[in-house]
């Protein structure tokens, strides 16, 4: 398929492995991957693809996904260059663009001496995956630290929400319901001490190389948490601690992580999850909602 899209608004890359690109490492090619370059170029971009109904997805670090074997037979935009862009604009207020890790965000805001992003410092995605899916860690989340949201509407029109407004719960947002797409978001924080700030990020860091299988490729936490469960605890009281299915399995070290153990296929990492969303709803008459996106045809 030929795409009618302007070249000259970002980088272009035809039938690119996504593999190459998704924390899994799995996933076959997409027909045509842009990195826009810049909010202006993607908003042309996405007026381009709507005009001529081609399928597309957006993504941003790439860490909550799983891209099927036989890719994606559509346009894969993946938020880089200016839309990853951070800065400070007011006293205590962080403006970031969607591409921009949060990582990057909370530490931007360690270096201002700024407090109330510390949970987000291990969170392997983007800040326009966080806003969507309301990440969160450790007792915080996104939606205690959002004044507010830029975002492309279904008209094509950049708007501005409160986050009062953006709908936030347990890992969703309004843009799950709405044909939304994050262009970035301000965060209202509020003055701290650098080095107890920079304390926090080492703890949490600590914890997270304790507790998560940070050596294996993987989406991070594979599954939503039950209302009244803990999603790893169910897994390895199902007995599947350890469990392999050809290249995929179950992390030994947090049972609610699947993990790309040895050179799994996206089949693999699929076929993982099915089977302990079957055997846990058989053992506990629990339904496990994945958290991660799967994308692909």
Not at 222 to 232: D, L, Q, S, V
Request: proline share 2%; glycine share 10%; net charge negative.
């Amino acid at each position: 398929m030929d795409f009618n899209i302007n070249e000259d608004l970002g980088d272009f890359f035809y039938d690119e492995p996504m593999l190459n690109h998704t924390s899994f490492c799995v996933g076959g090619p997409a027909k045509l991957l842009i990195k826009p370059k810049d909010e202006d170029s993607l908003v042309e971009i996405i007026k381009e693809i709507k005009r001529n109904n081609y399928k597309f997805y957006i993504l941003g670090n790439c860490t909550n996904v799983i891209v099927k074997d036989n890719g994606f037979d559509g346009i894969i935009i993946k938020l880089k260059n200016k839309l990853r862009d951070i800065k400070k604009v007011g006293n205590t207020e962080i403006y970031a663009g969607a591409g921009v890790s949060l990582k990057k965000v909370s530490e931007f805001a360690m270096e201002n001496s700024l407090t109330g992003l510390e949970f987000a410092h291990g969170i392997p995605g983007s800040l326009g995956g966080g806003v969507v899916m309301n990440a969160g860690a450790y007792d915080g989340e996104m939606k205690n630290v959002i004044k507010s949201v830029r975002l492309l509407d279904e008209n094509l029109r950049i708007i501005e929400l409160s986050g009062e407004d953006m709908n936030f719960s347990y890992r969703h947002s309004l843009v799950q319901e709405r044909d939304l797409i994050v262009l970035g978001a301000t965060f209202a924080l509020s003055h701290g001490d650098k080095d107890e700030i920079k304390e926090k990020y080492e703890e949490f860091d600590r914890r997270r190389a304790e507790k998560q299988p940070l050596d294996k490729p993987s989406a991070g936490s594979t599954f939503k948490r039950p209302k009244g469960y803990f999603a790893g605890k169910l897994i390895d009281d199902s007995g599947l601690r350890g469990f392999t299915h050809n290249g995929a399995g179950i992390s030994e070290k947090h049972c609610g992580f699947v993990v790309n153990k040895d050179n799994a296929s996206a089949k693999d990492v699929l076929e993982t999850i099915e089977i302990v969303q079957k055997v846990v709803q058989d053992k506990f008459g629990v339904k496990m909602e994945r958290e991660v996106k799967i994308i692909g045809d």
